[in-house]
Nanobody, 128 residues
Framework: QVQLVESGGGLVQAGDSLRLSCAVS????????EAWFRQGPGKEREFVAA????????YYADSVKGRFTISRDNAGNSVYLQMNSLKPEDTAVYYC?????????????????????WGQGTQVTVSS
């Protein structure tokens, strides 16, 4: 059974940086799409970034492009989200998600319905 545990959230000021981590356990050998989503107060859960283990392809939401970077360790035990130049509108609970797939187009990778495994989330609060 795949389990995901996020960490690294906290309270920061606008312009600061944070690095979120997602510890992955229980996955079997194969290709995956690894992603981060977020859910702000009173909002729907939205796509942030995705990484394809098959070919290292990455996708980003326009709202975070150039500020956030998704990455992983070589062993596949952790997925990271480096967040720079944080803004108050980045305030949300951030979720790690995985799906066993070799490839997804951006249209599919950005849909939360495509992911089978989810973490419990970590809160990020950015003050102005």
């Amino acid at each position: 059974q795949v389990q995901l545990v996020e960490s690294g959230g906290g309270l920061v000021q606008a312009g600061d940086s944070l690095r979120l981590s997602c510890a992955v356990s229980g996955r079997t050998f194969g290709n995956y799409v690894e992603a981060w989503f977020r859910q702000g107060p009173g909002k729907e859960r939205e796509f942030v970034a995705a990484f394809m283990t098959n070919n290292d392809l990455t996708y980003y939401a326009d709202s975070v492009k150039g500020r956030f970077t998704i990455s992983r360790d070589n062993a596949g035990n952790s997925v990271y989200l480096q967040m720079n130049s944080l803004k108050p509108e980045d305030t949300a609970v951030y979720y790690c998600a995985l799906d066993r797939a070799g490839f997804m187009s951006f249209a599919f990778a950005s849909r939360k319905e495509e992911y089978e495994y989810w973490g419990q989330g970590t809160q990020v609060t950015v003050s102005s």
